[in-house]
């Protein structure tokens, strides 16, 4: 499964990306506003700092704004995929992009139902809303689950993206429902690696170590 950082702080990006653990970005307005930078400028600093798809979302919610948006964010580097709502709009401008080899990201995604409507116009990735589901009550998880079954039954190519993921639970959740990627916050990415019982060992191991007297070096 492909981990994508879900953020516009580039600074944060720079920092992770040494990691090998960084294949792709997402970025949404709200995370733009927060930066408090051009959309332009963020989207093409990040493109030159991640090889993967960087999604950048077109704000607009009529199809012919949509798209002169969408044109003009992926004219910023080659690795950028269009970010879309899942509306009508957003779907029609979906097969747009798509009939003419503009990677998308169809966003907003709450039911299998939605899912099926995002393939069938061609989007490259489809984003699961998890936690915002669980918020509500219902099962993001299972959702995931679905949306891998249909795909898998009628040969759909669209890669599902789990997005809202709050924790390295819901992380890992995703990857066994079958999620092709994850999108998660810098500091959800950072906790996946973390363990008590890893640090008690490490700890262990260096206290004996220390009694040895040696030194690698």
């Known amino acids: 499964m492909k981990l994508f950082l879900d953020t516009a702080d580039v600074a944060v990006i720079k920092d992770m990306v040494p990691t090998g653990m960084v294949d792709g970005v997402t970025t949404n307005p709200s995370l733009i506003a927060k930066s408090g930078r051009n959309i332009a400028e963020v989207i093409a600093e990040i493109c030159a700092l991640v090889e993967g798809p960087i999604s950048a979302e077109a704000v607009a919610v009529d199809f012919e704004t ?81 949306i891998r079954v249909l795909y898998d039954v009628h040969g759909f190519e669209t890669e599902i993206l789990a997005a809202s993921l709050r924790n390295p639970a819901h992380v890992s959740a995703a990857a066994v429902a079958g999620a092709d990627a994850a999108t998660l916050p810098p500091d959800v990415l950072k906790a996946l690696v973390k363990h008590p019982l890893t640090d008690k060992g490490l700890d262990q191991f260096l206290a004996d170590w220390g009694k040895t007297g040696q030194s690698i070096l």
């Open 66 to 146: 949509m798209v002169k948006e969408g044109d003009k964010l992926a004219a910023i580097a080659d690795n950028v995929v269009v970010k879309l709502p899942l509306t009508w709009d957003g779907l029609r401008a979906c097969r747009a992009f798509t009939d003419k080899g503009v990677k998308t990201n169809v966003t907003l995604c709450f039911s299998a139902a939605q899912a099926m409507l995002a393939a069938k116009a061609g989007a490259t990735f489809i984003s699961p809303f998890v936690g915002r589901l669980e918020d509500h009550g219902a099962d993001g998880i299972g959702l995931l689950e679905e």
